[in-house]
């Protein structure tokens, strides 16, 4: 079996670089995301791939681009949740739940731009409408049996059935993809608006985006197999940014320091809130130095401010050392995903990221975070207050 991942991640690594600097034509655009597992190579090599593939020969209206998108991806990815399953709360001093998702994604998306952004050859403002796949299989850990760090202290992971101790998933709505077989089949609808004032470089930042999404993951398309959805999320954020200094010369960027901040808002509520879901939807993961899953209430609003200094260019195209210093500050209420529950949290934290900037699309380093003090905490690193990890990506 890790034969077969560590195969499946150097292919997906292989792919999606390849892909996103390759020059398909000019009627198609082609990107690419990737994801890792903290538990294979201390999470440093991507254990997930997407790649999105859109055709832009079409047009609707002139001057604007119209784009149908296509996207799949495949990988192996870990979550970890504080949830307990009898008292249906966080309780960050229990032993977690850690458990493992082979996963297959696709989609489908249709965007049309309208007007002239008053920044570079591009749409101001673009309309998206689309639908998004997946289909998981959820296992036991790959440590399960071992040992891994909780509330400070080396506890033994354990497999799911142990974890839930003969708790019945269909009387309760937590966890709610990890019915029966642990099999789940989703489909989700959006629709995301756009605004775009942005000039955006490897070594500069300037302008602003507004953007705002729907999703809707409706019961009845989200209930094929054992484990079941039922949610809706509502996402609005914007950014602004400014460059405060560039210094460069014809042959290349030598150094450049910028300031860019954004202000993120979120409503995730439903009946049956995936695990895939409650990531992105939680204030712990929006918050830098806390732990991914945690803090997951129906609504978070949260501020990130970054000072990035960027350069010099490494002497090829695309690469460039980055020092990025964060402020982040973010408050979260409502009801606790799937439960009764309701709470509220404010979190901060300060810290800075050492990485190198690969195409403007990768940031690969290290991160080093400070939990500003107060009835916080991350809950793999327990009271400590400072907290580092790997990094592939800037948060925004």
């Given at each position: 079996?890790?034969?077969?991942?560590?195969?499946?991640?150097?292919?997906?690594?292989?792919?999606?670089?390849?892909?996103?600097?390759?020059?398909?034509?000019?009627?198609?655009?082609?990107?690419?995301?990737?994801?890792?597992?903290?538990?294979?190579?201390?999470?440093?090599?991507?254990?997930?791939?997407?790649?999105?593939?859109?055709?832009?020969?079409?047009?609707?209206?002139?001057?604007?681009?119209?784009?149908?998108?296509?996207?799949?991806?495949?990988?192996?990815?870990?979550?970890?949740?504080?949830?307990?399953?009898?008292?249906?709360?966080?309780?960050?001093?229990?032993?977690?739940?850690?458990?493992?998702?082979?996963?297959?994604?696709?989609?489908?998306?249709?965007?049309?731009?309208?007007?002239?952004?008053?920044?570079?050859?591009?749409?101001?403002?673009?309309?998206?409408?689309?639908?998004?796949?997946?289909?998981?299989?959820?296992?036991?850990?790959?440590?399960?049996?071992?040992?891994?760090?909780?509330?400070?202290?080396?506890?033994?992971?354990?497999?799911?059935?142990?974890f839930f101790?003969?708790?019945?998933?269909?009387?309760?709505?937590?966890?709610?993809?990890?019915?029966?077989?642990?099999?789940?089949?989703?489909?989700?609808?959006?629709?995301?608006?756009?605004?775009?004032?942005?000039?955006?470089?490897?070594?500069?930042?300037?302008?602003?985006?507004?953007?705002?999404?729907?999703?809707?993951?409706?019961?009845?398309?989200?209930?094929?197999?054992?484990?079941?959805?039922?949610?809706?999320?509502?996402?609005?954020?914007?950014?602004?940014?400014?460059?405060?200094?560039?210094?460069?010369?014809?042959?290349?960027?030598?150094?450049?320091?910028?300031?860019?901040?954004?202000?993120?808002?979120?409503?995730?509520?439903?009946?049956?809130?995936?695990?895939?879901?409650?990531?992105?939807?939680?204030?712990?993961?929006?918050?830098?130095?806390?732990?991914?899953?945690?803090?997951?209430?129906?609504?978070?609003?949260?501020?990130?401010?970054?000072?990035?200094?960027?350069?010099?260019?490494?002497?090829?195209?695309?690469?460039?050392?980055?020092?990025?210093?964060?402020?982040?500050?973010?408050?979260?209420?409502?009801?606790?995903?799937?439960?009764?529950?309701?709470?509220?949290?404010?979190?901060?934290?300060?810290?800075?990221?050492?990485?190198?900037?690969?195409?403007?699309?990768?940031?690969?380093?290290?991160?080093?975070a400070y939990l500003?003090?107060?009835?916080?905490?991350?809950?793999?690193?327990?009271?400590?207050?400072?907290?580092?990890?790997?990094?592939?990506?800037?948060?925004?």
């Amino acid at each position: 079996m890790k034969k077969k991942l560590i195969a499946f991640l150097f292919v997906s690594l292989l792919t999606v670089s390849t892909l996103c600097a390759f020059d398909i034509g000019e009627n198609w655009t082609i990107n690419g995301t990737i994801d890792q597992h903290p538990e294979i190579l201390i999470g440093f090599i991507p254990t997930y791939g997407e790649v999105t593939a859109g055709y832009t020969g079409l047009n609707l209206m002139d001057g604007n681009r119209t784009e149908i998108q296509l996207t799949a991806g495949a990988g192996y990815v870990e979550r970890r949740f504080w949830i307990d399953p009898v008292t249906e709360k966080e309780d960050r001093e229990m032993n977690p739940l850690s458990f493992d998702v082979l996963q297959v994604t696709w989609g489908l998306r249709f965007n049309q731009g309208f007007l002239e952004s008053p920044v570079g050859d591009k749409d101001l403002i673009t309309l998206s409408i689309g639908y998004k796949g997946r289909y998981e299989d959820a296992m036991d850990s790959m440590v399960a049996g071992k040992t891994k760090p909780a509330w400070g202290i080396e506890q033994p992971v354990p497999t799911i059935n142990e974890f839930f101790n003969g708790v019945n998933l269909e009387d309760t709505r937590i966890y709610p993809d990890l019915r029966g077989s642990h099999q789940y089949l989703a489909s989700t609808l959006f629709f995301n608006f756009f605004l775009d004032g942005m000039e955006d470089t490897l070594t500069t930042n300037d302008g602003y985006t507004l953007e705002f999404q729907a999703d809707w993951a409706p019961y009845g398309l989200n209930s094929a197999l054992d484990g079941k959805g039922d949610f809706y999320q509502f996402t609005l954020e914007a950014i602004g940014a400014k460059t405060l200094y560039h210094y460069k010369t014809d042959k290349m960027s030598w150094f450049s320091v910028v300031i860019i901040d954004r202000l993120r808002a979120n409503w995730l509520s439903g009946e049956l809130v995936p695990t895939y879901v409650q990531k992105l939807g939680s204030l712990g993961r929006q918050v830098r130095g806390y732990s991914s899953y945690t803090y997951g209430t129906e609504f978070y609003v949260v501020n990130n401010l970054d000072l990035r200094l960027t350069g010099p260019d490494m002497g090829v195209d695309g690469l460039s050392p980055r020092i990025n210093f964060f402020f982040d500050i973010g408050y979260g209420a409502g009801r606790y995903f799937n439960t009764e529950n309701r709470g509220s949290n404010f979190l901060s934290s300060t810290g800075v990221q050492f990485t190198l900037s690969i195409f403007d699309i990768i940031d690969l380093g290290y991160q080093i975070a400070y939990l500003i003090p107060g009835d916080t905490y991350n809950y793999a690193k327990g009271d400590q207050r400072f907290s580092g990890s790997f990094t592939f990506f800037l948060d925004f």
